[in-house]
């Protein structure tokens, strides 16, 4: 049986839109795994953090795992590991001095800047057998599934700490 029978099948199942998209977003990493650890020597997870730090300069360390559901300790982690490179500097926060708050450093700008180009060449790769109005359809479909109550929570599987992530990602908390 040839990968593409074997996929058929798995996709032809009744869990078929689950594995349809950890098909897709494993794919991905993949690539895009092997290429940030190659080029820049961190993990991806790394590059996701620098990237939300400097669209968020002063983000804590909590916040990005909001944004990007990983565990806590992978995002220190990858905070640890950029502030080693000189991608980034933490400070204590003005209003709390336990508190840390995370800015990008020039360095980690212009990296981000260049990984930034990269993963635009990548997605457009990616989806370059959509159309413009299919990308646009998928979007729009993705974010809803996104902006939904059970991307980080589930009845089913039980609730755990997640639903404040999700609650803080979509606004309705701090």
């Known amino acids: 049986m040839t ?6 099948r798995v996709f032809a199942d009744d869990l078929r839109e ?29 590059w996701s953090s620098l990237y939300a730090i400097a669209k968020f300069p002063g983000i804590r360390a909590k916040e990005i795992r909001m944004i990007f559901p990983r565990p806590q300790n992978t995002i220190s982690r990858a905070i640890s590991l950029l502030e080693s490179q000189g991608y980034v500097r933490q400070e204590a926060s003005a209003a709390d001095g336990r508190e840390k708050r995370v800015f990008a450093t020039l360095a980690g700008v212009d990296i981000l800047a260049e990984m930034t180009n990269y993963s635009r060449k990548r997605q457009a790769e990616l989806f370059s057998p959509l159309s413009e109005a299919e990308r646009q359809v998928f979007f729009d479909l993705a974010n ?15 609730q755990d700490d997640s639903q404040i992530a999700h609650d803080n990602v979509r606004g309705a908390g701090n």
Not at 3 to 8: N, R
Not at 31 to 42: A, D, G, K, L, P
């Open 18 to 46: 689950l594995m349809m998209i950890s098909y897709i977003v494993l794919g991905n990493n993949a690539v895009t795994n092997r290429f940030i650890e190659r080029t820049y020597q961190m993990p991806v997870h790394a």
């Open 3 to 8: 990968l593409d029978d074997k996929l058929a």
């Open 144 to 158: 809803k599934i996104a902006a939904g109550p059970h991307l980080l929570q589930s009845d089913v599987m039980g």
